[in-house]
């Protein structure tokens, strides 16, 4: 195949020698030996032929992508980028997709006239186990490949701790408040927000406290619990502290104990008649009708009152008792007021 803008033909025979111009071949028969042909091509589509066959002979191809950062371990955005194996004359599409839906990328990219590559943004998303993405560009059936590593989170947490794992009041006198302090403590690398604190059971009340309280690592608040039974028996009841870490169940227990007066005296310390005991009489502080407490004869200089009612007042005397069971005159009086 002959290509020439003038050319001198020799002793041609047919079909010996052709010019093809685009799509049209050209064949010349018989020509002689001494004849000169002269081929005129239009200047505008000779300067089409050139850079059209520049064009279909210098194509670029897909030569890689490559992102920024090729490890997480929270999320982010990484840049990226295709790289052609030559700059182009043309628009470029390059077809891209992850094969992890924790990396998310544009499902592709045009590269500009002359330029050689394109970037895009990787959007990552953070893992709870650690795992691999995978990065694909297509162009004209050329693949590359970019893989980022996913690692969990190493981020610092909050922790609560309380000083108890249960708490006791004791056997406590009705309508005699008590009181005891628990301690909550934020024990991880992180803040800790107390969020709320609640006491359940007859009895038990938690002072009034403003939540929710942020506690700095290492920072602690005291609660304030309060016991007050108002009968005699038993009691339980719970405490409950949630928080941004954990929610944490604390048993309450208590009894309630009758109130009881304890009386003391002081013996006679001169007498002609020996003393063997001590009767103990009590009565309403507002009359004078006295009642004997003890069934026998008390050889002690005191007595316990245990069957005294809240909120009531009593009076006590006391008589000493000879061996011939006769009793001596009252003592002074004394007045007590149980709470």
């Known amino acids: 195949m002959c290509f020439a803008p003038e050319l001198t033909l020799g002793a041609c025979k047919v079909d010996v020698c052709a010019v093809r111009r685009d799509f049209e071949v050209i064949r010349f028969k018989d020509a002689y030996s001494t004849r000169r042909l002269q081929l005129a091509f239009p200047p505008m589509l000779s300067l089409l ?157 938690l002072s009034r406290a403003s939540f929710p309280i942020t506690l700095n690592p290492g920072q602690s608040t005291t609660l304030q619990l309060q016991f007050d039974p108002t009968t005699a028996g038993n009691y339980s009841g719970q405490l409950t502290v949630s928080s941004s870490a954990s929610t944490k169940t604390i048993p309450l227990t208590g009894v309630g104990a009758s109130h009881q007066v304890e009386l003391s005296w002081i013996a006679p310390s001169a007498t002609s008649d020996p003393i063997i005991g001590y009767n103990v009489y009590r009565s309403p502080s507002t009359s004078t009708s006295y009642v004997r407490l003890n069934g026998g004869t008390d050889y002690t200089t005191g007595y316990t009152d245990g069957t005294v009612q809240s909120g009531s007042s009593y009076k006590y005397i006391v008589k000493s008792v000879d061996s011939a069971g006769v009793e001596s005159p009252a003592s002074n009086a004394t007045t007590v007021a149980v709470p």
């Open 49 to 205: 032929l050139l850079i059209s066959t520049a064009a279909f002979g210098q194509t670029p191809s897909l030569d890689r992508i490559s992102c920024v950062t090729k490890t997480y371990s929270s999320s982010g955005t990484d840049t990226c980028r295709a790289f052609l194996t030559a700059t182009n004359s043309t628009h470029l599409y390059i077809a891209l997709s992850s094969n992890n839906p924790a990396v998310v990328v544009p499902s592709g990219v045009t590269v500009s006239y002359y330029a050689g590559s394109k970037g895009f943004a990787a959007n990552i998303a953070s893992v709870k186990t650690a795992q691999t993405a995978t990065i694909t560009a297509k162009l004209n059936g050329v693949a590359k490949y970019f893989k980022i590593s996913l690692a969990p989170a190493t981020s610092s947490s909050a922790t609560m701790s309380v000083n108890a794992t249960s708490i006791g009041f004791g056997s406590t006198v009705l309508n005699t408040p008590v009181a005891q302090s628990v301690t909550v403590s934020s024990t991880g690398t992180a803040a800790l927000s107390v969020n709320s604190a609640s006491v359940s059971g007859t009895g038990f009340t």
